[in-house]
């Protein structure tokens, strides 16, 4: 029987025999409908408390039950990549969520909300790991941060729709139809099944594992055993999940209250509100591509620290110093800050770990961060009670601090290529 060979072509690069711009297209699509999902949740929070008659409590934990959802899925789709392929999975997560999410639209108690709800953020948990990974193992060093920052920049522009459809469909028209939109992009998964192939990068490994021949990973080697059976890998891993749970104890806490925080406590009336939030992701998108840009030049860890630890800095600011006449500037301001982090998370994370453990590495500890996450918008919603949403909303400044210390201190950039099998 005659071996086949696995080798490249010495001349020709891996991205020009890979169709990246059109994975591209589809990731930066997939991620617009992962922000826009997420952001309903945020702009249906008070029709929701009305709906079902809800207290702030068992309001917050809606996002709690939609992070754990994001955790589960997250957790176990990094693992199917690694298994089954990124794009199999991109393609199977992005139809789950699809058609749970408007299915929710038809919910009639809090219960049938949760369940569904749960369901969606199963498979809505996957696609950032995914798309990620994906675009990591296309994309040349040089340029992977500007390119992973440019598709999140659709994560924000699905947050910026949905605050737009918000404000014109939910006065007019009820909150259910805003989650009747979600069934849409089963169209996306169809198109992306039959045109997205498999990075090279991930073949390649893929090839080895089969044949025993990689050493990071053995054949029918449990992927999770191969990380913490390595000091090196293992190390890593709890850091990332340490920095991952504090940076989305902080962003979705800030994400799913701070609408109601300026509709409620600042009295502002919700199509100015939505007005504001629309100009605070428009920020968020510049400076994703911005943050991206100068990972690439001056280094990840950088800017990364920049963004959290501004962020954690600024939120006190934003909640002390606001007034009727500088809010609309203030949460410009914030935008920018806010939307670094998650420009550069994704490739500061994926270098971190080989390709073999790749997509397990960042599945498991991105998404143990979602789960250790879901605390974040219960809290506030506890603390509103008790206190106010601003004070919740204080205690987000800190997650963001931490968060950035961890990988300013412990974690070097740069440390796997993804385009090495």
Known sequence: MKSVAITADPSMSSTQKQPWKLAFVFCFLVLLCDGADVGILAFTLSSLKLEFGLTNVQAGALGSWSLIGMGIGGFFGGWACDRFGRVRVMVTATALFALLSGC?????????????????????????????TLMSEMVPTQHRTTVL???????????????????????????????????????????????LSE?????????????GLNSTIEKRKNSYRAIFESPRH?????????????????????????????????????????????GTYLTMMFAKVIAGLLADKIGRKIVFAFGTMGTA????????????????WLMIAFGFLYGIPYAINATYLTESFPTAIRGTAMGGSYNIGRIGSALAPLTIGYMAMHNSIGAGL?????AYFLCGLIPTLFIKEKQYDPQEA
């Open 313 to 328: 800095l600024f939120i006190p600011v934003l909640i002390y110093m606001h007034t009727p006449e500088n809010i609309g």
């Open 149 to 195: 920052a440019t598709i999140m920049t659709g994560y924000t522009l699905g947050s910026l729709v949905i605050s737009s459809l918000s404000a014109w469909i939910i006065p007019d028209y009820g909150w259910r139809m805003i989650y009747f939109i979600s069934f849409i992009p089963i169209i996306l998964s169809v198109l992306m099944h039959f045109t």
């Open 104 to 132: 929710v639209g038809f919910a009639q108690t809090y219960e049938q909300f949760i369940i569904l709800r749960v369901g969606a953020c199963i498979g809505l948990g996957s696609l950032y790991v995914a798309a990620n």
């Open 199 to 211: 990075p090279q990068s991930w073949k390649e490994s893929r090839a080895l594992k089969l044949k």
């Open 234 to 278: 293992r190390i890593m891993f709890i850091l990332w999940t340490m920095s991952s749970t504090l940076l989305l104890f902080g962003y979705f806490g800030v994400s799913n209250w701070l609408p109601t925080y300026l509709e409620t406590e600042l009295g502002i009336n919700f199509k100015e509100m939505a007005i504001y939030m629309a």
């Open 394 to 398: 204080l205690l987000m400044a800190g």
